[in-house]
């Protein structure tokens, strides 16, 4: 007698079920099963793959290594399934949810200005956007798109560059009007140095002086979670920050912050990526499409420009 053909996509949909809702009863009762068929489901799974895809314990299910490494195919098998359909019965338009990490600064001043032209040609998607300064694990939140500033980790992410920006150390004019304007490094070790209460890739802020490179740590009273409190407080007159220029270029173009010590700024450079998990062929419609949008509508050409006196006279 021939056996019956497995339901693979079935299987799939049980298993990636259990891992969204962390246990076999929660998962059962989204599916409207008993927890017994979803438990000698994930069984038989486990059984015809030769391998244990959670690590049980009485407290809660736990992916092993190479559960978590079919959980990361599966989602994205359930996902082509799903765009397949709809290719279908929709004419291919990209629809779903696109979940979406940012850092609060890039995604205030750069994401959401341009997310309403982005729903508007895409308004079969539904954008899920979170804007946090916590490097965030993107199957452990299962976010589609993080958009990572600065040198990245090494990882198994795919990373599409949205662009660079160079660093600048700012202040508001009334900060340096009671203050006075640093002309040096030595002088600048006086003032207040806003920054950050998180671990950085580079701690201290580089300059290039006659004598040679030097290096002044962010030392003030006031240490904040992101950059756009930083910004906020150097606008409020707090002290002296220093910043992206995609973050503060706009307020140094208003004349609310001005650029200090440009002439030994290194001129060091902070690329903009948007990571995600697999390659260009694996992405979802959805998910290729916010992407694409990114790369065409988000310019930081004007984020690398030379801000020194002689320059702005041009």
């Known amino acids: 007698m021939p056996r019956a053909e497995t339901n693979r996509s079935g299987e799939m949909e049980v298993f990636v079920r259990v891992v969204e809702y962390g246990g076999f009863s929660a998962a059962a009762r989204s599916l409207r099963m008993t927890p017994s068929a979803v438990s000698k489901l994930i069984g038989r799974l486990e059984e015809r793959l030769g391998a244990r895809l959670f690590a049980r314990s009485t407290r809660r299910l736990q992916l092993t290594s190479e559960g978590a490494a079919f959980h990361e195919r599966a989602v994205r098998v359930l996902a082509d399934l799903e765009e397949a359909e709809r290719a279908v019965t929709s004419g291919a ?29 895409q308004p079969e998607i539904l954008l899920d956007l979170a804007l946090s300064d916590v490097v965030i694990d993107l199957m452990g939140e299962r976010a589609d798109v993080a958009i990572r500033t600065g040198p990245l980790q090494g990882s198994q992410l795919t990373a599409r560059k949205l662009g660079e920006s160079r660093m600048v150390v700012v202040a508001s004019p009334a900060y340096l009007a009671a203050q006075g304007t640093p002309a040096s490094v ?129």
């Open 186 to 314: 030595e002088d600048l070790e006086r003032h207040n140095r806003i920054g950050f209460n998180f671990a950085r890739a580079f701690e201290e802020w580089p300059f290039r002086t006659s004598y040679g490179d030097a290096a002044l740590p962010a030392c003030g009273n006031a240490k904040v979670g992101d950059g756009e409190t930083a910004r906020r407080l150097a606008l409020e007159g707090v002290g002296v920050a220093r910043l992206a220029l995609w973050h503060v270029g706009a307020d140094i173009a208003a004349g609310r912050l001005v650029p200090v010590l440009e002439d030994m700024n290194p001129r060091d450079i902070q690329a903009v990526h948007a990571v995600y998990i697999g390659g260009r062929g694996d992405l979802p419609a959805r998910v290729r499409a916010f992407i694409d949008y990114l790369v065409e509508h988000i310019d930081l050409s004007a984020a690398t420009r030379d801000l020194t006196p002689a320059a702005r006279a041009l």
């Open 93 to 121: 338009r990209p629809q779903g949810r696109v979940r979406v990490n940012s850092n609060v600064a890039f995604g205030q001043h750069h994401l959401v200005p341009i997310m309403p032209g982005f729903l508007a040609a």
